[in-house]
């Protein structure tokens, strides 16, 4: 019940395309959940998040959906560049409970 | 604003030999701080984190522990290290729980 799955585990895109990370979770108290970004040999950075009290942020290109009755949470990467391609992680939290990270998604976007 | 430092930012050692690795926040009060070890190509497990000076709690036994001497340091270590503790060690902060954890750099450790 901890877990948060994500899907894919890469995903190859065109320049200028859609890129589309998924994760799901099954804690119904998880309230906070972040999406990270991670360069070959460097820590992750924080990238966008959201709370269940909306079902959609978005910051410049990237954009958070979220599906409270699913229990699954997206991010969407528009106008995909080569400089994205990186490694996702989605991430789930509550109160009194620490992180729990997703796998994570290596996105490489072609030229 | 606040800023994280880990070092070194590699590290190769022989089996059986002790580890520190240390990590410091600035410019904020107070912060929890957290070691996560991410093994290549994979995910993040948390291993130690800390709500305050000398509170620990560990999250996955093992052959490593941690310290926090001051607020806004925290340290990894190893009395012998093993060849299972090759990876890339990374310390994080945040401001309370289910707040945003900001990363460092990490650490590439290669056991030989």
């Known amino acids: 019940q901890q877990q948060v799955k994500q899907s894919p585990q890469s995903l190859i895109v065109q320049k200028g395309g859609i890129s589309i990370i998924n994760c799901a979770y099954e804690n119904t108290a998880f309230d906070y959940f972040p999406w990270y970004q991670q360069f070959p040999g460097k820590g992750p950075a924080l990238l966008i998040a959201i709370r269940p009290d909306v079902s959609e942020k978005k910051e410049g290109r990237f954009t958070i959906s979220f599906n409270k009755s699913a229990k699954q949470f997206s991010l969407h990467i528009m106008d995909s560049q080569p400089g994205d391609s990186a490694t996702y992680f989605c991430a789930a939290s509550t109160p009194g409970q620490n992180f729990v990270f997703g796998p994570g998604t290596r996105l490489s976007v072609l030229p | 604003s606040q800023t994280i430092h880990q070092w070194p930012a590699t590290l190769v050692q022989p089996v059986g030999s002790p580890l520190s690795l240390e990590c410091t926040v600035e410019?904020?009060?107070?912060?929890?701080l957290y070691w996560y070890r991410q093994a290549a190509g994979r995910g993040l497990q948390l291993l130690f984190y800390?709500?305050?000076?000398?509170?620990i709690s560990s999250e996955v036994p093992q052959n490593l522990s941690a310290s926090r001497p001051q607020d806004r340091q925290f340290i990894l270590s190893s009395k012998k290290l093993l060849l299972s503790d090759s990876g890339f060690y990374l310390c994080a902060w945040s401001l309370g729980e289910n707040q945003p954890q900001h990363f460092g750099d990490g650490t590439r450790l290669s056991i030989l």
């Open positions: 410019g904020t009060s107070n912060p929890n």
């Open positions: 800390s709500v305050g000076i000398g509170q």
